[in-house]
């Protein structure tokens, strides 16, 4: 998925799904090699889980779980995403636009009393 400036749309083409696929598969296939590492060092190295090196390793492999989910998740929305993000850009003009008028006290310009509003006592009456 990219940013087309000149359309000022999210577009997604063949050539970027493609990418995104391989980016996908290496990142499981490094949390493959990341769990087969951490797995081997607990079972065949002295310390099992008090070995330094098995803290490194589950580590890693708990960070390439974590960014493996979204990935995929990204890859298999990557339609609903790329319209919601369209959608999101097309409305988000009309709401900068209404901005202005939000900020002002007096959206039209004028200040209407409403019936329910009284008019505040004279300071000298209060006093």
Not at 22 to 34: A, E, S
Not at 80 to 93: A, H
Request: include cysteine; charged fraction near 15%.
């Amino acid at each position: 998925m990219k940013f087309n400036p000149s359309t000022q749309i999210f577009v997604g083409t063949p050539k970027l799904r493609k990418l995104q696929l391989y980016g996908c598969l290496l990142v499981t296939l490094q949390m493959i090699i990341n769990f087969w590492q951490t797995h081997k060092i607990y079972t065949e190295y002295p310390g099992g889980s008090h070995n330094p090196d098995f803290h490194i390793c589950f580590a890693f492999t708990f960070i390439t779980v974590f960014a493996l989910f979204p990935l995929w998740l990204v890859y298999f929305k990557q339609e609903e995403m790329k319209n919601g993000f369209n959608r999101v850009l097309k409305y988000s003009v009309q709401f900068q636009e209404g901005v202005e008028a939000l900020l002002s006290p007096y959206p039209d310009g004028i200040h209407v009393k409403s019936s329910s509003e009284e008019e505040p006592p004279p300071w000298d009456s209060v006093l």
